[in-house]
């Protein structure tokens, strides 16, 4: 039987490889597998290119289209149709964005929360790897905040289900996350 697929979009930080982990816990002894969108960026010398709004900095732009190598990710997802795992999770802030991928998914989730609960988790987890905070700021201010509303926040249209990732949103994410659990077990009998 080939691999029930679904796809996770979402804001950068929206608890989206959260709820790929839960899932995964969840759906056993059902084999899931996760890859994660950021696999397929381009190597930084290949990425596009942003300006903070005075143009005086330039930075590598991780948040749009063009910053992913979506043949191979187009691969990928092909080869995880046939591959080992009952269920594959492709997670990604704009893994919703491609026509193509969407139309070889099974299930479609995009994992919602608040601006400034995102960039909160953001600052905290780059802090974490090391990373310098105005800097974390600065690029979320000139960067990932537009794209988002340019080109991650649409593609939650094409979501069969919303997942609230909100801190204070408990009680109807695990509504959410039973149905999705509901929904695989049933295309997996």
């Known amino acids: 039987m080939a691999a ?33 969108q950021d696999r397929y960026f381009w190597k930084t010398e290949k990425l596009p290119r942003t300006t903070d709004r005075a143009g005086v900095r330039e930075w590598p732009d991780y948040n749009q289209p063009g ?12 080869a995880a149709r046939e591959g080992c ?21 099974d299930l479609k989730l995009f994992v919602e929360a608040d601006a400034d609960e995102r960039i909160v988790r953001r600052i905290r987890r780059n802090v974490a790897r090391g990373y310098d905070l105005d800097g974390i700021c600065d690029y979320y201010l000139d960067s990932v905040r537009y794209r988002h509303r340019e080109f991650c926040q649409p593609t ?34």
Not at 11 to 27: D, V, Y
Not at 159 to 186: F, H, Q, S, T, Y
Request: glycine share 8%; aromatic share 4%.
């Open 156 to 189: 939650s249209q094409h979501a069969d289900l919303m997942i609230p990732g909100g801190k204070d949103e408990a009680v109807r994410a695990e509504v959410a996350l039973v149905e999705v659990c509901r929904r695989v077990r049933e295309a997996r009998r």
């Open 4 to 36: 029930y697929i679904i796809g996770i979009g979402g804001g950068s930080a929206s608890g989206k490889s959260t709820i790929a982990g839960q899932l995964k816990e969840r759906l056993a002894p059902l084999a899931v597998d996760v890859a994660n």
């Open 67 to 78: 910053s992913f190598d979506w043949v191979n990710l187009r691969l990928a997802l092909r």
């Open 85 to 105: 795992a009952d269920v594959m999770i492709f997670e990604g802030i704009l893994v919703l964005w491609d026509a193509e991928m969407r139309e070889s998914m």
